[in-house]
């Protein structure tokens, strides 16, 4: 199991909110080659891989994976609170907003909402290993 310490290792500190950003920055989190879909990836083929050592390698990157969907998450909240309606518009961060508001929601910069599509799970260690070089890659 994970052991969890209820801070980033990495502290995020965003003065200045911009919805701009965050329409960039949100693929990184549900895109995909985002930080969710590596995460899931890596723990959903840790279970068909043969060799131990792999295995342990897969959910080690698997939990840092995750620790990288908590800081994008921390960037995104941090680039989207307390937005005004203006700045809401002029930004084109209104269509996320109408349906989410500020909530953390995984999705393309295109809009598109996560899909496990993303994820290239097939079984086979040399497979699974090339996707997760191309995905890895693609960032």
């Not at 508001?101 to 496990?116: D, E, L």
């Amino acid at each position: 199991m994970f052991e969890y310490t209820n801070r980033l290792q990495f502290p995020i500190k965003i003065k200045t909110p911009n919805a701009t950003y965050a329409k960039i920055i949100i693929s990184q989190l549900g895109g995909p080659d985002g930080e969710l879909g590596a995460a899931t990836r890596y723990l959903s083929q840790r279970y068909t891989m043969p060799y131990s050592r792999v295995i342990g390698t897969l959910t080690d990157v698997a939990v840092e994976e995750l620790s990288h969907v908590e800081m994008v998450s921390a960037i995104l909240y941090q680039l989207t609170r307390n937005l005004t309606i203006e700045e809401i518009k002029k930004s084109g961060f209104d269509t996320y907003f109408v349906d989410h508001t500020s909530a953390i929601y995984p999705q393309a910069a295109s809009g598109v909402p996560f899909r496990a599509e993303y994820i290239g799970v097939k079984g086979d260690v040399f497979a699974d290993l090339n996707e997760d070089l191309a995905a890895d890659a693609a960032v």
